[in-house]
């Protein structure tokens, strides 16, 4: 495993444990009575957090040669696809928007470069 890909390994697992710790900061609040407080954390955790992890396991998916529907089972909306594209160029190869939404959509497609 490249270094870049376990970068893009670290992001992965820091935003899981960014989420873990949000949820028990909440609860603290919440047990203290305290709960009205809870929006802004629960909102960075559900929009900001959750969108970012989803992009980033996508992208990381994407480059270990997944599949699309190996990684999102059950999705009812569309990922960014266009930040996902930024992080596998980033962290990987040159890819752009329309290369990932032919891997979405094609069940036996896989990253060409996967590692």
């Known amino acids: 495993m490249?270094?870049?890909l376990i970068s893009l390994k670290i992001k992965l697992k820091s935003l899981a444990e960014e989420a873990r710790i949000i949820r028990k900061e909440e609860r603290k609040l919440v047990q203290s009575g305290r709960g009205p407080e809870t929006g802004y954390l629960s909102s960075h955790r559900k929009q900001v957090v959750r969108h970012a992890a989803r992009s980033?396991?996508?992208a990381y998916g994407y480059i270990r040669g997944r599949t699309y529907q190996e990684l999102e089972v059950s999705a009812k909306t569309e990922p960014d696809w266009d930040a996902?594209?930024?992080m596998?160029?980033?962290?990987?190869?040159?890819?752009?928007?329309?290369?990932?939404?032919?891997?979405?959509?094609?069940?036996?497609?896989?990253?060409?470069?996967?590692?």
């Open 56 to 58: 980033t396991h996508v």
């Open 88 to 115: 596998v160029t980033k962290y990987s190869h040159k890819v752009d928007h329309s290369d990932m939404i032919l891997w979405s959509k094609d069940p036996k497609l896989v990253c060409k470069q996967a590692s």
């Open 84 to 86: 996902i594209a930024k």
């Open 2 to 4: 490249n270094v870049k």
